[in-house]
């Protein structure tokens, strides 16, 4: 039964799609804040060559060094973030082109590859990576065993990330000023809530969980670093936000649907069903996907209906003289 | 409690921007326990006033007093902890949160301030205020979901919820029919007598009649008298705020002769931003020479009338006439050739290109004509400026100047040359002496009565009923996107029940 492709599907699914679920939370925070940020490619790359450049030097036992790796690709991806935080926030410039450079400079021909190749990580297998953890006799129970305990750490970290940013938006103080600064920044300024801190904090949030998204690529999936190894993951993450109607829960579901799309490619050629010319569709699916999704949210209109925030992308003045 | 206690002090008030000193030297005093009206033009510096008081901007000299004590805010944050709580014209609400959810927002005493929030905590509390000063709202509901006068309730229980000393309500009535007014005015006697004080602001008379215990007068930046309301007639009140005694012209000629019908409407249904319908089904004609107008409380679908005529949102029932030509929906080339000119409520997002020279804005429509192939005639549409900039007296640098330069009679000037170019049939004016100055309202008045006189059929679309009164042939009143007419012309009441949606008579 766990060897029926519908389980493998949805197990491998959960695995690819926890790169995807990161970086769509995080975001989602800064989208939340009213930032675009569509540097979460760029930021991903410096996440995963950084989390996998300490797992060669950190020794140790396994835990620490990839524990220190996860933080390192965190505050990376963060540092990445700041840049555009500065951009955009202090100095107002289009989120887009910002957006856009960010990933430039850090992406695969940027300095995540320069970074890589520097220090000689091209090709070696990762010192230290993440692996299953619960006892092989519960891995191998019928349906739950791959899906929900074949998996590894990070992917229940996920879990407690979904389930803490979902409570964090509905039912705390911050996560309600966070919206209001996202919908009215105005309104949030006349109440004192200081959008300026509210936007770097959650960029910079966002920042730190696509250098973690980036980790979990070269620490748990392949687990190995090559140039440009997100491969448009950063992309995807983007418009799952868009896709999950900023909603942290459903950020779960569409990052697994795009996880299990990416993962049907390898699996089916694991039971060597052969689909010739159509592997292509199923390779190019996800980001078919992904362009579509853009296209349809970038009208005004269609984003408002959707459920963006209301003053996502619109830099914040205050009206005073 | 003591009713004389002076709640709050302003002493040598100084504002300048740019170019203009808004508030010069003003000195102010509202008690506890009082309506406190602040009274002026548009222009006389009442909302700079209002907003150095809470906390948007800072003065340039002079200081404020609190209960007797110096205060100095950095932030509108600042003059809330104080006790000082604005409401704005264009509300300061998320649109998207519910009503308790907002009045969390800006919560930093208790319950508020704990990490966890509990909307339904609130929400009983919203609703024991709002049944304690007759603001009924639902405070689940999600702010988008309101219609203004009840979201103008919110940002007043919102002021409540933060214990304000103080509320300064900004043109409260400008959004709300006149029985929503009545209703406003009864909760603000409530609200003083706990011993808070209200800073009303208005330009409008009889309103600061109604609700004030005393008024202050402001004219050009500077306070020129207080006066308790019971004293001070309407007419001195409103020598007070033009400096000299003014009246609107009544340019209304008595034939009212009428000709054939230039503007026919039939039919017409609109859809408003928000996918509601707007316009319901309006019929309507204007015949040539004559001025229509359309009166009502703003958001009754004035705009989108306007707008689908002019051609600038399409409809989606319903048929235009101009001059006995059917418009399209959507296509504002063929209005404008069928003859139809359009003064936009919008001057300066939709009147003009603000960044363009005057030259360019005169020529925005009829550029078109006798050009050489692709290319622009830059010499003639100067030479044209300069003809608008004498003919209609535009106080501007030359053909050069950015329109977004000019102040806002001389856009409406520069907006009324264009539209009178070429062969006009219809004028649809909508709101055309908004914030104008009254020298400016004289103008535009002539404007449309020129273009009257001429033959032009003119649809105005306004929300000041002097204006109205002062120019129009027949009045027709749009509540809730339908269209009555007003049978005696002059009868305050019908208008005023038609604007409130009753029936007349009723």
């Known amino acids: 039964m766990n060897n029926s492709l519908v389980v493998a599907l949805i197990a491998s699914g959960v695995a690819y799609g926890t790169p995807l679920l990161f970086g769509a939370l995080g975001e989602l925070l800064a989208e939340r804040s009213g930032v675009l940020n569509l540097g979460v490619e760029g930021m991903m790359l410096v996440g995963a060559v950084m989390g996998f450049w300490t797992v060669q030097r950190v020794h140790g036992s396994s835990a620490l060094a990839l524990v220190v790796a996860i933080l390192v690709a965190a505050l990376a991806g963060s540092a990445m973030a700041a840049i555009h935080a500065f951009l955009v926030i202090t100095l107002r410039a289009s989120q887009i082109v910002s957006g856009l450079a960010l990933t430039i400079f850090a992406g695969a021909a940027g300095l995540s590859s320069y970074l890589g190749n520097d220090l000689n990580l091209s090709g070696l297998p990762a010192a230290y990576s993440f692996h299953a953890v619960f006892p092989n006799s519960m891995q191998s129970w019928p349906i739950v065993g791959p899906i929900v305990f074949g998996q590894n750490p990070l992917v229940y970290a996920s879990w407690v990330c979904v389930v803490a940013v979902a409570f964090y938006l509905a039912r705390t103080r911050p996560g309600l000023n966070l919206r209001a600064v996202g919908e009215a920044p105005g309104a949030a300024d006349a109440m004192g809530i200081s959008v300026v801190r509210y936007r770097y904090l959650h960029t910079l949030a966002g920042g730190a969980f696509a250098g973690v998204a980036g980790a979990t690529i070269t620490l748990a999936i392949t687990p190995q670093w090559v140039s440009g190894i997100t491969g448009g993951a950063g992309w995807i993450a983007i418009a799952l936000v868009i896709f999950a109607f900023w909603r942290p829960e ?19 050629q694991a039971r060597n069903i052969n689909l010739g010319p159509t592997e292509l569709w199923t390779n190019s699916l996800p980001y078919a996907a992904t362009v579509i999704v853009l296209v349809v949210v970038s009208s005004r209109g269609a984003r408002r209906r959707l459920g963006a925030p209301a003053a996502l992308g619109v830099p914040y003045v205050r009206e005073q003289a | 409690m003591s009713s004389d206690g002076v709640a709050v002090e302003l002493r040598g008030i100084t504002k300048r921007f740019p170019g203009v000193v808004a508030n010069d030297a003003v000195d102010f005093e509202a008690r506890q326990g009082e309506v406190h009206a602040l009274l002026g033009e548009n222009g006389a510096g009442k909302s700079t006033l209002s907003h150095i008081l809470s906390g948007l901007y800072r003065p340039d000299e002079g200081e404020i007093r609190l209960h007797g004590e110096l205060v100095s805010f950095h932030s509108p944050r600042d003059a809330i902890d104080a006790g000082v709580c604005m409401v704005h014209q264009h509300f300061r609400l998320v649109e998207r949160f519910t009503v308790a959810e907002n009045l969390i927002l800006g919560d930093r005493r208790g319950a ?25 709202v639902d405070p689940r509901a999600r702010v988008w979901q309101l219609s203004v006068g009840e979201r103008q309730r919110v940002e007043i229980l919102n002021a409540l919820y933060q214990e304000a000393r103080v509320l300064i309500l900004d043109e409260p009535t400008a959004v709300l029919t006149p029985d929503e007014a009545e209703t406003l005015f009864e909760t603000l ?121 002019a051609g600038v949102r399409p409809w989606t029932r319903g048929a235009v006439l101009v001059g006995g030509r059917r418009l399209r929906s959507g296509d504002p080339r063929r209005a404008y050739r069928a003859g139809l000119g359009y003064v936009p409520e919008d001057r300066l997002g939709m009147g003009v290109a603000p960044n363009l020279p005057l030259s360019m804005n005169v020529e925005l429509k009829s550029y078109r004509h006798g050009t050489l192939g692709p290319l622009l005639r830059l010499g003639r549409m100067r030479e044209r400026a300069q003809a608008a900039i004498r003919a209609y007296e535009i106080k501007a640098p030359g053909p050069h100047a950015e329109a977004a330069t000019l102040s806002g ?66 009045i027709l009143v749009m509540y809730e996107g339908r269209l009555s007419e007003v049978e005696r012309r002059d009868d305050l009441d019908e208008i005023a029940a038609l604007m409130a949606g009753s029936e007349p008579g009723s």
């Not at chain 2, 990490?115 to 609703?127: H, K, L, N, S």
Request: net charge negative; with cysteine.
């Open chain 2, 189 to 309: 006697r409530e609200i003083v007598q706990e011993g808070r004080t209200v800073i009303f602001i208005s330009h409008k008379l009889n309103e600061v009649k109604a609700v004030s215990d005393r008024v202050t007068v402001l004219r050009a930046g500077r306070a020129v008298a207080t006066v308790s309301t019971a004293e001070a007639s309407p007419q001195s009140l409103a020598s007070l705020m033009i400096g000299r005694s003014f009246e609107l012209a009544v340019r209304r000629r008595e034939d009212g002769a009428r000709g054939d019908a230039v503007l026919e409407v039939r039919d017409l249904w609109v859809e408003g931003d928000r996918g509601s319908t707007a316009v319901k089904g309006v019929e309507l004609a204007v015949g040539a020479g004559e001025i229509v107008a359309v009166a009502g409380v703003a958001g009754n679908g004035q705009r989108e009338l306007a707008e689908a005529i």
């Open chain 2, 112 to 136: 508020g301030r704990r990490f966890r929030i509990d909307p339904t905590a609130v929400e009983d509390q919203v609703r024991r205020l709002g049944d304690r000063y007759r603001l009924p």
């Open chain 1, 250 to 268: 459903l950020c779960l579901v569409g990052a697994y649907f795009f996880g299990a799309m990416q993962a049907l490619a390898p699996e089916l």
């Open chain 2, 409 to 474: 009679g001389n856009i409406q000037k520069l907006v009324l040359a264009r539209e009178f170019a070429g062969e006009l049939r219809v004028l649809i004016a909508a709101s055309p002496t908004r914030g104008l100055d009254v020298g400016a309202v004289d103008t535009v008045h002539g404007h449309l009565c020129d273009a009257a006189a001429l033959g032009v059929g003119v649809l105005l679309i306004s929300e000041d009923l002097d204006e109205i009164l002062a120019l129009a042939d027949r």
